[in-house]
Nanobody
Framework: QVQLVESGGGLVQPGGSLRLSCAASGIIFSVYTMGWYRQAPGKQRELVATITSSGITTYADSVKGRFTISRDNAENTVTLQMNSLKPEDAAVYYC?????????WGQGIQVTVSS
């Protein structure tokens, strides 16, 4: 059974930092492209960042220079370090794993940015 379990969300003040983690099980983690997506109320889910099996990263323009995605194939985890958070970063953040037709999502974790 495939599981993607996110952790690390919560409430942070504008300008603060959070570190999200996603622990994967039930997949050959190292071959999957891993990603973080987010969905704010009333908006479509959007890509935040992805990292391929070879470590190539992509970022949404809105988070470039502030967020960093990384992966640990030994621990089957993908991490999103979020710095200089803005109120517009508030959303439910989802972990995603993709490899050919195999496409899995986590249940999501809330990130709130507010003073």
């Amino acid at each position: 059974q495939v599981q993607l379990v996110e952790s690390g969300g919560g409430l942070v003040q504008p300008g603060g930092s959070l570190r999200l983690s996603c622990a994967a099980s039930g997949i050959i983690f190292s071959v999957y492209t891993m990603g973080w997506y987010r969905q704010a109320p009333g908006k479509q889910r959007e890509l935040v960042a992805t990292i391929t099996s070879s470590g190539i990263t992509t970022y949404a323009d809105s988070v470039k220079g502030r967020f960093t995605i990384s992966r640990d194939n030994a621990e089957n985890t993908v991490t999103l370090q979020m710095n200089s958070l803005k109120p517009e970063d508030a959303a439910v953040y989802y972990c995603r794993s993709r490899w050919y037709v195999y496409d899995y999502w986590g249940q999501g974790i809330q990130v709130t940015v507010s003073s």
